[in-house]
């Protein structure tokens, strides 16, 4: 069974940077669709970055507007994890981190609901 583990949240400078990593176990992540998902209080959970499962070797990947320039997904399959480099940070950013995955979606969506599998969250916060 597919487990998810989110690790590297922390306390930031706005303008820093931060990883974030989601490990799973018990699957191959190549063949999962990945959504990093951020909820900050009072709020709903908002979509950040979705990466479709491989097809024929291509990905799909989504950015939100709102991060778009300052984040990037990356996957590393040897240690089926996949990151989130967060650079240029704001106190906007401030929020719950969750990864999520889905079996076989070959697009990049920012629906949750289309995830079944979410991590435990990691906190990040942005403030001087």
């Known amino acids: 069974q597919l487990q998810l583990v989110e690790s590297g949240g922390g306390l930031v400078q706005p303008g820093g940077s931060l990883r974030l990593s989601c490990a799973a176990s018990g699957v191959n992540l190549d063949y999962y669709a990945i959504g990093w998902f951020r909820q900050a209080p009072g709020k709903e959970r908002e979509g950040v970055v979705c990466?479709?499962?491989?097809?024929?070797?291509?990905?799909?990947?989504n950015y939100a507007d709102s991060v778009r320039g300052r984040f990037t997904i990356s996957r590393d399959n040897a240690k089926n994890t996949v990151y989130l480099q967060m650079n240029s940070l704001k106190p906007k950013d401030t929020a719950v981190y969750y990864c999520?995955?889905?079996?076989?979606?070959?697009?990049?969506?920012?629906?949750?609901?289309?995830?079944?599998?979410w991590g435990q969250g990691t906190q990040v916060t942005v403030s001087s």
């Open positions: 990466t479709s499962s491989s097809v024929r070797g291509v990905r799909f990947t």
């Open positions: 999520a995955a889905k079996l076989g979606i070959q697009r990049a969506t920012m629906n949750s609901s289309s995830y079944d599998n």
